[in-house]
């Protein structure tokens, strides 16, 4: 251990240190460290073996299955059908969507299942007091409802007569220039945080610091959880990974890293793309453990369209499906069809609630719904079971947060495999696009070849604190930057992306919070480019620092139905506010005690989502053509 003294400009290095730990040295001064250590830097940054994090697998010899084939192959039903059978038994899927079908799914098999998300955990017995969603037969009863006149639907709807977010921020109560200015509309943030301070401080909450560890309360022999919730200290005896060619996923790689090093289950299931085998197979050497394959077919063809579209609506049929990718776009789409063609439209993107994407999809496979065409977003890509027979691609190139950009073959084959479903009215599936032009680029990129896949990771609460011990004067945010710099990583491995987390850290810096605390909050779901949410993670956060309940209460989601997408938009906000509330209340439920309430909530803006999307078909609201915007 070095003492500290200013007048150190740089601190002598071994010669084996590497070179970003020479400007690690640099920092030492700006730090004013006192207890610098380092060989324990070199430790906490060392990323080469995170297989030896996880203590229990490396413990077991485990079994890997991996269960390799191109979408709808029946590689998740082989590996289910494992789980199913097992005594104790987790399935880790990529979106929540997808571990809630098979909660319920096993469940309906007789087997008590827990579902284990971020924001959501259910008993496999299930709660009499769950708020029912909008089921099969609300549906039908939304679809039988008498066609309505026309109106001015924004004018009679409380949260349209504002724009955009400030409207829904108002329903909400909450302020969007400062969470603590009550005044406007009588709702406000200050209402909803209740008078007193909390008798428990937030130091006593059941936070877990952030970490993805999954605190079910239920006891079930099977869970299924979202993949970040993964379980690693319980053993179970079959565990299932989905889709783990996500492993390159640039923010979420981690996750599925975390799930094959440190599952603790005597046998593994892993389903995915055959791209992900080697990098499977290459991280798996590192435990000392082998991996069987099973490889898989299509279970029905999936051909190329010999024409596309031709930029001709009349062109469409029954069981189309039209992939586009921005919201505003799907709309721009259905409104055309429904004005163009005798079809009416269902419609999945990804911001819609979970539940009101696998009602558009039952309306869609629903044979007598009248809603004979989807418009969605690569959102279909999974967890939606669809009766698709055609895929028309309106665009190959898609925005990646810089700029747009052609779809990948793997994006490309992940889409159009959507068409022809097992055992739906299309026993063969077919793919298109809608501008004649873009046939010969779908071509090349349906058979172009898979690109090669690193391991993601990412800092985890431990390594952040254990480094700030050694930089008692560096924010989180300086921790984050510096271990990133620092980190040492071998050839499979990639740190995903930590820019979201960076830019929670700066929105809750002046924020008086704990370190595992403020670790927690900026792990939140929130997306940060979007003012409402930034708007609604400070005010959280300041009430929490606060110590004060924050109750929803004061919370009222209206009554009226608008299919506006700037109303759906409002709702949609609305929901996601909710799903935050929802993450918090696991992590400190002393301080966000209305888990029920905001549940009940997001019963009610999904079930206006839906009544307001079936609206928009039904009056026929039809905005006036635009000229087609080509992405
Ligand atoms: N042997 C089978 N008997 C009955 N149904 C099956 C069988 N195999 C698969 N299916 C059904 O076919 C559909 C596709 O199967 P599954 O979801 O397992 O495919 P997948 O290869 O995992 O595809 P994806 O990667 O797209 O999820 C599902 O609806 C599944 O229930």
Redesign the pocket.
């Known amino acids: 251990m070095r003492a500290p003294t200013s007048e150190i400009s740089t601190i002598p290095l071994p010669e084996t240190y590497p070179s970003s730990m020479q400007a690690f040295g640099q920092d030492f001064v700006r730090y004013r460290a006192t207890t610098l250590d380092q060989s324990v830097v070199s430790r906490i940054s060392d990323m080469r073996q995170p297989q030896l994090t996880y203590h229990q697998a490396r413990s077991m010899q485990r079994k890997f299955i991996f269960h390799a084939?191109?979408?709808?192959?029946?590689?998740?039903?082989?590996a289910l059908k494992r789980f199913r059978e097992a005594n104790r038994g987790i399935y880790c899927a990529p979106l929540r969507l997808l571990a809630l079908e098979v909660y319920d799914d096993t469940n309906n098999h007789g087997i008590p299942c827990d579902l284990v998300t971020g924001e959501d955990r259910k008993s496999g017995k299930g709660r009499p007091d769950e708020p029912q969603e909008l089921n099969d037969s609300a549906l039908d009863k939304l679809l039988r409802l008498p066609h309505l006149p026309k109106g001015d639907v924004a004018s009679a709807n409380p949260i349209s007569l504002m724009d955009g977010d400030a409207s829904t921020a108002a329903i909400l109560g909450l302020d969007h220039a400062s969470p603590k200015v009550p005044e406007s509309i009588g709702l406000t943030l200050n209402s909803i945080f209740s008078s007193q301070a909390a008798e428990t401080s937030s130091s006593q909450s059941d936070n877990d610091g952030g970490d993805t560890k999954a605190t079910s309360s239920a006891q079930s022999s099977h869970v299924a959880c979202t993949i970040e919730m993964a379980d690693v200290d319980k053993v179970f005896d079959v565990a299932v990974i989905d889709?783990v060619q996500l492993i390159g996923d640039r923010d979420r790689g981690w996750a599925w890293t975390r799930a094959l090093l440190g599952l603790a289950a005597h046998e593994i299931h892993v389903?995915g793309e055959p791209r992900a085998l080697s990098i499977v197979e290459s991280l798996l050497k590192s435990t000392g453990e082998d991996v069987q394959v099973h490889t898989?077919e299509r279970?029905t063809p999936l051909v190329v369209a010999p024409h596309s579209i031709n930029r001709n609506l009349a062109n469409l049929r029954r069981g189309d499906a039209i992939i586009a990718f921005s919201r505003k776009e799907l709309f721009r789409w259905k409104a055309e069809i429904e004005r163009e063609t005798r079809f009416r439209c269902a419609i999945v993107y990804g911001s819609l609630p979970p539940q009101t994407r696998a009602q558009q999809a039952r309306l869609f496979n629903q044979p007598d719904s009248g809603f004979d065409i989807l418009v969605a977003t690569d959102a279909i890509g999974?967890g939606l079971?669809l009766n698709i027979g055609r895929i028309i691609f309106t665009t190959l190139q898609k925005f990646n947060g810089v700029s747009n950009v052609t779809l990948s073959p793997s994006e490309v084959r992940q889409i159009a495999?959507r068409a022809g479903?097992?055992?739906s009215k299309f026993p063969r599936g077919e793919f298109t696009t809608f501008e004649p032009e873009d046939m010969g680029i779908l071509i090349k990129q349906f058979n172009g070849p898979a690109d090669s896949l690193q391991a993601g990771l990412m800092a985890n609460f431990e390594q952040l604190e254990a480094l700030s011990k050694q930089l008692p004067g560096a924010d989180m945010l300086d921790l984050f930057t510096k271990f990133e710099d620092l980190a040492r990583l071998d050839k499979r491995y990639f740190m995903c992306d930590s820019s979201d987390r960076k830019e929670a850290i700066k929105l809750l810096a002046p924020l008086n919070l704990s370190f595992k605390d403020r670790y927690t909050f900026i792990l939140a779901p929130a997306n940060l480019e979007n003012d409402y949410m930034r708007s609604c993670l400070l005010s959280f956060a300041t009430g929490f620092e606060a110590n004060r309940p924050i109750t929803l209460a004061a919370i009222t989601v209206p009554s009226t139905t608008s299919g506006a997408p700037s109303v759906l938009n409002e709702f949609e906000q609305c929901h996601k506010m909710l799903d935050l509330y929802m993450w918090l209340s696991y992590r400190f439920p002393q301080l966000f005690p209305d888990r029920d309430a905001a549940k009940q909530l997001q019963a009610q803006c999904a079930e206006r989502i839906m009544e307001g999307l079936i609206e928009e078909t039904r009056t026929g609201r039809r905005p006036k053509p635009q000229p087609r915007r080509r992405y």
């Open positions: 084939g191109p979408t709808n192959s029946g590689k998740t039903y082989s889709e389903c898989y279970l999974m079971n495999g479903r097992f055992r």
